[in-house]
């Protein structure tokens, strides 16, 4: 079994900052990629950034220059810090894994995180 927890979310005013964690856990022998997403109130989920095992980045175009995803291999964290916040930030944001080596030599496919509030208010 493969886990991942979010936390870090919160209140904030526009202009603001806040950074989230996601912390997986298990039998985890690799994690190639590693992303956030969100989902605004009333709207589908989308990509904000994920980042390789190797540090490549990729980001949605709306939060370019503003947020920042990075990882922890060792600890098998991922990071997003998040700068210049606006109300349109306002979502739940997941953490997800598409693919967790175990140690057990298995693919453990699509992991997600509970989920964490981010509220930007105006």
């Known amino acids: 079994q493969v886990q991942l927890v979010e936390s870090g979310g919160g209140l904030v005013q526009a202009g603001g900052s806040l950074t989230l964690s996601c912390a997986a856990s298990?039998?985890?022998?690799?994690?190639?990629?590693m992303g956030w997403y969100r989902q605004p109130p009333g709207k589908q989920r989308e990509l904000v950034a994920d980042i390789t095992s190797a540090g490549r980045t990729n980001y949605t175009d709306s939060v370019k220059g503003r947020f920042t995803i990075s990882r922890d291999n060792a600890k098998n964290t991922v990071y997003l810090q998040m700068n210049s916040l606006k109300p349109e930030d306002t979502a739940v944001y997941y953490c997800?894994?598409?693919?967790?080596?175990?140690?057990?030599?298995?693919?453990?496919?699509?992991?997600w995180g509970q989920g964490t509030q981010v509220t930007v208010s105006s």
């Open positions: 298990g039998s985890i022998y690799s994690i190639n990629s």
């Open positions: 997800n894994a598409p693919e967790v080596v175990t140690t057990f030599g298995l693919l453990y496919n699509d992991a």
